[in-house]
């Protein structure tokens, strides 16, 4: 039961992000540069906090990942950016659709064949990635849509990067640690375009999603991964954007179109499709 309680705060941590930064944008008068500086630190003082105290650890800082950072900060900037124009629903299924997609690609490209059935889920979630692109009155503002696809691909490659070895909470943390700088130069950067303006309910919404929804939520998962075969853990991140569009719905009043619904269907019956056949494969 234990496992099951933390799987889904986990799974609802994750989907938060999506609320959290929503609200933030479209409520408050935080900038989504200051938002994104904001959760960067949040999550790395979260997650030292909880490697140092709670597990008991010294954080190796020989153990430099600039590379990660960086995919991690790009990850953080463009989620930001996009959620000017997205509603919590969209935003998710776009970052979940991104991220499957690019790290099934890369799998082939490395070697992994598909089955004929895993090509018609590949096809399908392509084709409901496509399909919520169409231009139409209820298709998601294209530049928006560009940055989460940004987002999920440099949070692919900010994952597979990650996949050798060692503490994943320790790495986590040093790469939001280092993540840092980078945010930093751009709130630089940034203000000769747009001046940066923060409230304190703004810097809540950061905080909250820099230490609870991704510092916390990422240890949590970490701590129940490895009870997990990795197909189930692939399979349940298909509720994140499911959470996160019924969400949307209920607390910010946001609509549920045929569009998105339709998208959704596709995208996450697609890539459920190739989970599945892979799964079988392996058994």
């Known amino acids: 039961m234990r496992l099951i309680i933390l799987t889904i705060l986990a799974l609802l941590a994750f989907a938060g992000n999506s609320l959290l930064c929503r609200i933030a944008l479209h409520e408050t008068s935080i900038d989504p540069v200051s938002f994104t500086t904001i959760r960067l ?18 954080l190796s800082f020989g ?3 600039w590379r990660s950072a960086l995919w991690l900060f790009i990850y953080a900037i463009c989620f930001s950016l996009s959620y000017i124009g997205l509603s919590a629903g969209t935003g998710a299924l ?10 099934l690609s890369i799998s082939w490209w490395k070697g992994d064949r598909f089955s004929l059935p895993q090509w018609a889920g590949f096809a399908l979630a392509w084709l409901g990635l496509v399909y919520l692109f169409l231009p139409g009155v209820t298709a998601p503002p294209i530049s928006s849509a560009l940055l989460m696809c940004g987002s999920g691909i440099a949070w692919a490659l900010y994952t597979l990067r990650g996949q050798h070895g060692g503490d994943p909470t320790h790495a986590t943390a040093l790469n939001f640690i280092f993540s840092i700088p980078f945010a930093l130069l751009f709130s630089v950067i940034g203000v000769s375009y747009a001046t940066a303006t923060l409230d ?8 909250l999603s820099g230490a609870i929804t991704s510092g916390m939520g990422y240890a949590i998962w970490y701590a129940v991964l490895p009870t997990m075969k990795a197909s189930t853990a692939a399979s349940l ?25 339709i998208a959704s269907i596709c995208i996450l019956g697609g890539v459920g499709l190739v989970l599945y056949y892979r799964q079988r494969s392996t058994a």
């Open 41 to 58: 630190v949040s999550g790395a003082m979260c997650l030292l906090f909880i490697v140092m105290f709670v597990k008991r650890e010294r």
């Open 63 to 65: 153990q430099k990942s």
């Open 237 to 261: 991140q298909l509720s994140v954007p499911i959470i996160a569009a019924l969400a949307g719905v209920l607390l910010l009043d946001e609509i549920l179109t045929v569009r998105l619904s």
């Open 200 to 207: 304190t309910s703004g810097v809540v919404y950061a905080m």
């Open 94 to 103: 776009i970052l979940f659709a991104t991220v499957q997609l690019t790290m």
